[in-house]
């Protein structure tokens, strides 16, 4: 019991260390609480915007006719389509559209509302003209004409009966919008930041010292000094986790749906895992010049592929069976779960037990290559 006294006791002490170490460096409180929240401002702002999509068009209007001047006056009341009306000539839109300025425009010539001598409803056809590069948003423009937009005008010159209609009902469940989705990534990198970059920078700092070797020369053990450092490393995690909570909710609408008891022990747990990568890779390096390739070697794929700035999803099956086994994906996986989809510890398991087997893994590796000096 005393022998267990001492140790605890040991691990306490060196836990307040590291967190006055890591509260007094300007460059660990840069990386660890102020570069994730720009990432957050930045996908924050992006995402959060106007996801209205609109086609920026041009009206050439060759018709004097009171039904051609109708019709360009719905076009301009659509909210998704943003008319350029200083461009009047089709040499201009040409032009305009080989520099990308339009997406396309659209042509009414002379005849377009003029009433036939066989009938006493105005006649004409809409011509849309658009480049080949810009083909795809010109059918998009193209099927927005010939659906709402002439289907309303038409029905003031012709009542037709409509035999098939569509109804549509809405399900009694909320979606994740960009952010919410996003959101969960830049916690999963501001956690791998916290727990790679922290070790990797401190520890060859602390071996070029000599700290670490006097550390050898006390009764530390090895495992008191990584379990200090995984209970510090921790404590600033929640932190800059509910800092980002904060941020995300009042700036930029984030829908928390899940338990936040449920999200600080799964934050811990990823904490503790992620952290065994940057112990077992600062731990090995003998200075920055050997610890900085190994940690982008080891940062980047996992950033990359893990779901962390764009979703997985879109990526082939073939590629998103092989990284949901990479250690960062069950971190980000679990997070989105747990904060935007409501699900418990018990829905996460499969996540859970990737976490804990590559904890496992990593850990055994850190024991092993850890060296101090």
């Known amino acids: 019991m005393k022998n267990f006294k001492t140790s605890l006791f040991t691990v306490l002490v060196f836990t307040k260390i590291n967190t006055k170490r890591f509260f007094r460096d300007r460059l660990a409180l840069f990386f660890g609480f102020l570069f994730p929240l720009i990432f957050l401002i930045v996908f924050g702002t992006i995402n959060s915007g106007n996801k209205h999509v609109s086609f920026k068009i041009a009206i050439i209007n060759q018709s004097s006719t009171v039904t051609a001047k109708e019709f360009v006056a719905d076009i301009n009341k659509q909210s998704f389509f943003k008319v350029n009306p200083t461009i009047t000539t089709l040499t201009a839109a040409k032009n305009a559209m080989i520099n990308s300025q339009l997406d396309g425009a659209i042509i009414l010539n002379k005849d377009f509302g003029v009433v036939s001598k066989d009938s006493s409803i105005p006649t004409g056809q809409v011509e849309l003209v658009y480049t080949q590069n810009s083909s795809v948003a010109g059918q998009t ?22 035999p098939f209609t569509v109804v549509s009902s809405q399900l009694n469940e909320h979606s994740l919008t960009s952010f919410d989705y996003t959101f969960a990534g830049l916690l999963g990198f501001s956690i791998m930041g916290i727990g790679i970059f922290g070790p990797v920078n401190v520890f060859p700092e ?11 020369t006390t009764p530390l053990k090895v495992w008191q000094y990584f379990i200090s450092t995984m209970l510090s490393q921790s404590i600033i995690g929640l932190i800059s986790i509910v800092i980002q909570f904060l ?18 022990i799964f934050g811990v747990l990823s904490i503790f895992m992620i952290l065994g990568l940057g112990l077992a890779i600062g731990g090995w390096a003998k200075n920055e010049r050997q610890a900085a390739p190994l940690s982008n070697i080891v940062v980047f794929p996992m950033l990359f592929l893990s779901g962390t700035f764009f979703p997985r999803f879109d990526m082939p099956i073939w590629l998103q069976n092989i990284t949901t086994f990479i250690p960062l994906t069950p971190v ?8 935007t989809e409501s699900k418990s510890l018990v829905d ?21 290559v850890f060296r101090w000096e």
Do not use: C, E, M
């Open 141 to 162: 423009i193209s099927s927005l004409i010939q659906g709402p937009i002439l289907k309303q005008f038409n029905s003031r010159y012709v009542v037709t009966s409509v």
């Open 206 to 216: 602390l071996k070029k010292q000599g700290i670490l070797r006097r550390l050898h």
């Open 247 to 264: 941020v995300a909710i009042l700036f930029f609408n984030l829908k928390l749906n899940g338990n936040l008891f449920y999200i600080a």
């Open 332 to 339: 980000i996986d679990g997070l989105r779960l747990l904060s």
């Open 348 to 368: 996460i398991a499969p996540q859970l037990g990737l976490i804990l087997a590559w904890s496992v893994i990593i850990y055994i590796i850190a024991f092993r």
